[in-house]
């Protein structure tokens, strides 16, 4: 059985885990436990290990029912990280804890747009929106979230893959956000073959099969003569 974002993370101290299925799980004193916990999963690069979803909802709820414990550079953080999680399911979930007035902070709203792009497969918008221009001095939504980049292109690549059975390495790199050298040492970490035209062949999968479609229509005898003899009367 394949894991889900509620299982618990291999990284996941005992003492994480005791609060998150005890009495304490609300308590707005063991807040500080909780985002020291982040802060682990923050500076954590491995994206398969570094998320703890299950805990970073109950610090939000502690921020819900507790408006003076709330910090929203913690909640930016845990967006960020819900975002490149593998259950696409993850950020939606944590925002239906925020208020409006969260949400209306510039990072939250920003990255509320980075959601947006990433569902609609607006990749190069992504990447875009995300660091801004070169002369931009504000700091990243994602700022402090070690891996991000290589978390995001997973997921990336498991769209790719899930879609094209050929595509252009150009594509890929605006998809990825790689130049041309590191797309192909990208190709041959997943065994993809490039021809000389720059097209690589990904591999067939359920996903971006193409599959013949039979459609059958059940006519009954009677519905049959109706036709035939208004096929006649014309």
């Not at 063991?30 to 954590?44: F, M, P, S, T």
Request: net charge negative; with cysteine; glycine share 4%.
């Amino acid at each position: 059985m394949a894991n889900t974002s509620f299982d618990r993370p291999s990284t996941r101290p005992d003492e994480i885990h005791s609060l998150l299925i005890g009495v304490e799980r609300y308590n707005p004193q063991k807040a500080g436990v909780l985002e020291d916990y982040l802060a682990r999963q923050c500076a954590n690069p491995d994206p398969a290990s570094n998320h703890d979803l299950m805990a970073n909802l109950a610090l939000l709820k502690m921020y819900q029912f507790n408006p003076d414990l709330v910090d929203l550079d913690v909640i930016r953080r845990i967006l960020a990280k819900a975002l490149i999680s593998q259950s696409q399911g993850d950020f939606n979930l944590c925002l239906y804890l925020l208020s409006d007035e969260i949400c209306s902070d510039a990072s939250i709203g920003k990255l509320l747009v980075l959601r947006d792009y990433l569902e609609g497969a607006q990749f190069d918008k992504f990447w875009k929106e995300m660091y801004g221009v070169e002369d931009d001095d504000d700091e990243s939504v994602v700022d402090g979230i070690a891996g991000f980049d290589n978390g995001l292109r997973r997921l990336i690549i498991g769209e790719i893959t899930s879609t094209y059975q050929t595509v252009a390495a150009k594509a890929v790199e605006k998809m990825v956000n790689l130049d041309e050298e590191a797309v192909l040492r990208l190709c041959k970490e997943h065994n993809w073959p490039a021809d000389s035209n720059g097209i690589i062949t990904l591999p067939l999968k359920s996903e971006n099969e193409a599959k013949n479609t039979v459609i059958k229509e059940n006519v009954k005898f009677e519905q049959l003569t109706k036709i035939l003899s208004a096929a006649n009367d014309i």
